[in-house]
């Protein structure tokens, strides 16, 4: 298409004209242009397989999480065992021998185990958390005393990661969790259809357990919820309220400046000096309660405090100058300039800035260490002052025990800790679309 | 098309560098720089604003220099000058939108009416409710026409209720011209109308609240030749109800619809008349040049 250019490097005459000039050069820049875009496309892949790698290996490993597994077992709610003297007392019902009904539906299944030993290998194929469940229901449904029921079960961890496959029944009895005898049983129970994988909804309604397979994730969930809840209500107004002040009221002087740049550096300072600081002063000189999830929000709010600021006054500045302008130029005051005009078009900008922040606050561990919300607790929390961990944080905790239940759950928490995350960084890409305007 | 483009850069630039040259052997009546008369008659009759030795400076930077200078009750005065002489900032000194600018410090004496309003005793808000202005480029509040118009009198409580305000609304979309344009489309952002009909409902958001004087800096601008003359128009209706100070850059526009015309030169007022005289006789050499080189 182009003409043949002159020879490279020859010496250009004055008066070449533009056309001759700058075909000579194209090439060059053509080709300039080509090798940027292969770095681009090259450093792109290179993330983009990372991602990849990233989520194909922590699906794979906690999708297993969300599925359990449950023994159908036969079941004499035992009128005799629950309520002995008939007159349905709830403290009568509340203290009787659950295990026993379970224990005795184990024995119905496998009649021929004998002795102690087998006897305790075969009641253990069963989590502990089947007496609950008895109790639960019995409760439930009083009518139930005297029956008899096949039901399904919650099965001990141990035999829930055999039937996932991720036991070798190869090695030696002495070096897998789970007995000869046990194995047999399962497969007895499989041949038999008694062995059946169901949602596991207790992941999403139990607290944290030493039992891999009655551990969930509820209470961690609701010690982010509120630990979260205390940053944004915190961290919202007062950053957007400081973001207005420096930006449109405070006067431009060395304070101001020397404020700006503090901010700057705040945002920057590593999140554990934070929990320091939130430590010492929320802790041991307020005397607010270790592992609070009020706590927690504290220490986040400064953490998140700085980026929302930040966010808050880049969102300010780019309201153009001519919208001041105009409502200056009809008799505003500032305040009224600022609170009907610049907020409003501000306000999408700063509220993607905080939700950006807050899903960084939601994956923050560090600083929560630091002020106790690390303890091992049971108990879903149910206000601002219960102790509690956040996701984070249990993440932390799950994949520094040993069994194999725990590894798939530790996994299936990042996925429920990132799913959030990009439910909230699209939830900011939303609002960002939603209500970008043209002015 | 090019070549008239080229022409009239050539005509810009003798007019620019005439900047010092003339100013040695100019033969006026301006001898001492610093002591500069402003030729023609600075004072009216009937004045609205009165400005006397008013100072503008950003900073070290001297941006209007000792500006004598009478607004005559219902008139249409033009601010011509080249690019950079401080039409904008003399503009901006007389609803003190200069207050916004840190750097900007004005010193001197400006009055609407008796009240000297760089005093202490005036509140900006109350100023700029009685002398409007009109930017050079559009510029809409990113809200429904109406709420456009309407935000004037709303702050400044001018109204009761709902019917007033929707009367007032209509009645100054009327008076810019715009009404049937946009009678069915209020809700409609003001965003969404062309450069014209925006500025247009820039004029009638600034009569609302009934103004006493309206500042527009070359509110034409950005508008073509049509849109142009419906605001030419416009401004030579409201002149019945108004006092209107307009900036321009077009000579004609500036013939076209004022009475009187100044001519602003570095930071100086150079001269002011009538703008028959201005543009038939100017006195100053500068003035003339600047004419001339625009039309020539
Ligand atoms: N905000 C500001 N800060 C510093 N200097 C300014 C500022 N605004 C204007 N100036 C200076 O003041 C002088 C006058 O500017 P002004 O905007 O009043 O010119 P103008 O006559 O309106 O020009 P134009 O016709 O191009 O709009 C210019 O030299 C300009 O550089
Ligand atoms: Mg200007």
Known sequence: MNKPTPAAGAPAPLNRDIKTIVNAGLKRRHAAERHFRWYGLIAISLGLAFVVLMFANIIGKGYPAFWQTYIQVPIQFDAAVLDPDGKRDPQTLANADYAALVRAGMRQLFPNAQGRLELRALYGLVSSDAAHELHRRVLQTPALIGAEQELWLLASANVDTLVKGNIDRALDESERPIKDNQIEWVNKLQAAGKIEKQFNAILFSNGDSREPEQAGIRGALMGSFYTLLVTFLLSFPIGAATAVYLEEFAPKNRWTDLIEVNINNLAAVPSIVFGLLGLAVFINFFGLPRSAPLVGGLVLSLMTLPVIIIAGRAALTSVPPSIREAALGMGASKLQMVGHHVLPLAMPGMLTGSIIGMARALGESAPLLMIGMVAFIVDVPKSFMDPSTVLPVQIYLWSDLPERAFVERTSAAIMVLLAFMILMNGLAILLRKRFERRW | ?296
């Open chain 2, 1 to 296: 098309m090019s070549t008239t483009a080229i022409e009239t850069k050539v005509a810009l630039d003798q007019a620019l560098n005439l900047d010092t040259a003339p100013r040695k052997q100019s033969s006026v009546e301006v001898t001492d720089y610093n002591n500069r008369q402003t030729v023609g008659n600075i004072t009216v009759d009937n004045p609205k604003m009165v400005c006397r030795g008013v100072n503008v400076y950003y900073g070290e930077k001297h941006a209007i220099k000792n500006v004598g200078l009478d607004i005559g009750a219902n008139e249409v005065i033009a601010f011509i000058g080249p690019s950079g002489c401080g039409k904008s900032t003399f503009l901006r000194c007389l609803n003190r939108m200069n207050d916004t600018i840190p750097i900007c410090r004005v010193t001197g004496q400006i009055r609407l009416d008796s009240d000297d309003i760089y005093d202490k005793s005036i509140d900006v808000v109350q100023l700029r409710a009685r002398v409007g202005m009109v930017f050079q480029k559009p510029n809409p509040f990113p809200k429904s026409i109406y709420e456009n118009v309407a935000y004037g009198p709303r702050i400044h409580g001018m109204v009761n209720d709902k019917a007033e305000l929707d009367d007032l609304v209509r009645a100054s979309l009327e008076r810019a011209g715009l009404i049937k344009e946009v009678d069915k489309r209020m809700g409609e952002p003001g965003t969404s109308l062309s450069g014209g009909q925006q500025q247009r409902l820039c004029i009638a958001r600034a009569i609302a609240v009934n103004p006493e004087v309206i500042l527009m800096d070359e509110p034409c601008s950005a508008l073509d030749p049509i849109a142009t003359a419906k605001i030419e128009e416009l401004i030579d209706e409201l002149r019945e109800n108004y006092t209107i100070i307009i900036v321009t850059h077009s000579m004609q526009q500036a013939a076209r619809v004022s009475q009187r015309t100044a001519y602003f030169h570095l930071g100086d007022l150079i001269e002011v008349g009538d703008t028959d005289q201005i543009f038939t006789n100017p006195k100053h050499k500068l003035t003339e040049d600047y004419i001339t080189g625009r039309f020539g």
